[in-house]
């Protein structure tokens, strides 16, 4: 490969790179979107009403004593006497059993939300609009950078060529 066709070859390339850096820079005008992430967090009270189960152990006393006979029972326990040898023996037992009792407990419910928020960032009116020249500055610029940019590398591939 020769050394004019390589510089040829690189010139192309470099302008090619920077006519699609100046594009790719270059976009129209759109709205501005601002996406929020909104958190909250909620607390409630609130009263639940629940059942809790209470157990009652089983429980036996006896008792010994100069006396006559008796029996006594209720819900809860039951009680047997018996004389013997002029003594009476007692005993008493519970019945094991589960009692159901209404509690109201107070709970404390905790709300996780994640909330996206959009805005979109609206025109804005001014006070004094742009004149045509200045509108005209504006809509050429990126003209005049890629022809300037043009010419800087138009005048770069001469002077290489013109290298011994």
């Known amino acids: ?12 390339s470099v302008l090619v790179v920077v006519l699609f850096s100046l594009l790719s820079g270059c976009s129209l005008l759109r709205p501005k979107v601002i996406t929020k992430i909104e958190k909250e967090v909620e607390y409630r009270d609130r009263e639940v009403h629940d059942t809790a189960t ?37 005993s008493l037992e519970s019945i094991p059993q589960i009692i159901r009792v209404p509690v109201v407990v107070h709970v404390t419910d905790t709300i996780y939300r994640e909330k996206e928020a959009v805005e979109t960032i609206k025109e804005v009116k001014v006070e004094k609009p742009l004149s045509w020249s200045q509108k005209a500055k504006i809509g050429a610029f990126p003209w005049l950078v890629i022809g300037f940019l043009g010419l800087l590398i138009w005048v770069t591939k001469k002077w290489w060529l013109r290298l011994p």
Not at 2 to 11: A, C, F, H, P, V
């Open 1 to 12: 490969m020769d050394n004019k066709s390589y510089i040829g070859t690189l010139g192309r």
């Open 54 to 90: 209470v157990e009652i152990p089983i429980e036996v006393e006896r008792i010994v004593t100069r006396d006559t006979s008796s029996h006594l029972e209720n819900s809860f326990a039951k009680s047997d006497a018996v004389v013997s040898g002029g003594y009476l023996h007692h």
